[in-house]
């Protein structure tokens, strides 16, 4: 097993007034070379934005971009005709492929809205873009590991052309669960969106990152209240 930790602190920052954004990986104006990536998961950033601002439409090309909200309503519009509102309780997957344009901005004019902007490498290029949104209400389970994300259309959660596989697991203090890997080769870098966990013995933080791979299984436990997402990607592109 290798294991690479980031801790919230050490992360890149950007304070726009607007916008303040944490960067996991290299990003814009913060670049670091031994903080590019982690196997096909590039971007992972966690964005905080003022009352009725956003990003204005914007192009992007051969990625699979994911947007999790924490807090507040995030709108969007894109080149495909889609106008939608996320809020704390979705998720969004959209494949850029031959190329898409879209907005985000936060849906109200009273409070920030929170998320995370997740980008992963996709293994197959200038796909037909597509758009893909659920809600966790129906899924999500408590002191377990649920599926928000895959490969596969068919399977719970949204889908993207990665051999990927996001879970979200919301865990009471002592709580435990194993998670085995899925695809052979892959890795999992886990974030704690809030409480305490030990991942294998490693004791972790809110918004601490931990990369794990060459194993086929991670033990997390909840050292207090957690919540935690596990990224499982391939290692190589």
Same mark, same amino acid.
């Given at each position: 097993?290798?294991?690479?930790?980031?801790?919230?602190?050490?992360?890149?920052?950007?304070?726009?007034?607007?916008?303040?954004?944490?960067?996991?990986? @290299? #990003?814009?104006?913060?670049?670091?070379?031994?903080?590019?990536?982690?196997?096909?998961?590039?971007?992972?950033?966690?964005?905080?934005?003022?009352?009725?601002?956003?990003?204005?439409?914007? *192009?992007?090309?051969?990625?699979?971009?994911? @947007?999790?909200?924490?807090?507040?309503?995030?709108?969007?519009?894109? @080149?495909?005709?889609?106008?939608?509102?996320?809020?704390?309780?979705?998720?969004?997957?959209? @494949?850029?492929?031959? $190329?898409?344009?879209?907005?985000?901005?936060?849906?109200?004019?009273?409070?920030?809205?929170?998320?995370?902007?997740?980008?992963?490498? *996709?293994?197959?290029?200038?796909?037909? *873009?597509? %758009?893909?949104?659920?809600?966790?209400?129906?899924?999500?389970?408590?002191?377990?590991? %649920?599926?928000?994300?895959? *490969?596969?259309?068919?399977?719970?959660?949204?889908?993207?052309?990665?051999?990927?596989? #996001?879970? !979200? $697991?919301?865990?009471?203090?002592?709580?435990?669960?194993?998670?085995?890997?899925?695809?052979?080769?892959?890795?999992? %870098?886990?974030?704690?969106?809030?409480?305490?966990?030990? !991942?294998?013995?490693?004791?972790?933080?809110?918004?601490?990152?931990?990369?794990?791979?060459?194993?086929?299984?991670?033990?997390?436990?909840?050292?207090?209240?957690?919540?935690?997402?596990?990224?499982?990607?391939?290692?190589?592109?």
């Amino acid at each position: 097993m290798n294991t690479v930790i980031h801790k919230a602190e050490t992360r890149g920052h950007a304070n726009h007034d607007w916008l303040n954004s944490y960067h996991t990986f @290299s #990003f814009a104006n913060y670049q670091n070379p031994e903080r590019m990536n982690f196997g096909v998961l590039r971007v992972l950033n966690d964005d905080s934005v003022q009352a009725g601002m956003g990003f204005g439409t914007h *192009p992007h090309d051969n990625m699979e971009i994911i @947007s999790i909200p924490l807090e507040g309503d995030l709108e969007h519009k894109d @080149s495909m005709g889609n106008v939608t509102v996320i809020k704390e309780g979705d998720v969004q997957a959209m @494949s850029a492929g031959t $190329g898409v344009t879209h907005s985000e901005k936060n849906k109200n004019n009273d409070r920030e809205v929170k998320f995370l902007q997740i980008w992963v490498f *996709p293994k197959v290029k200038n796909v037909t *873009p597509k %758009y893909d949104q659920i809600s966790l209400k129906d899924i999500e389970k408590e002191n377990e590991f %649920y599926q928000v994300l895959s *490969p596969n259309k068919e399977d719970q959660g949204v889908w993207i052309h990665q051999d990927a596989w #996001f879970h !979200i $697991g919301k865990f009471d203090k002592g709580n435990s669960e194993q998670y085995k890997i899925k695809k052979e080769g892959n890795g999992v %870098y886990a974030f704690i969106l809030d409480g305490e966990v030990e !991942i294998d013995g490693q004791k972790l933080s809110k918004r601490d990152g931990m990369g794990i791979y060459d194993t086929d299984s991670i033990n997390v436990k909840a050292t207090e209240n957690a919540r935690i997402l596990l990224m499982e990607v391939p290692m190589t592109r």
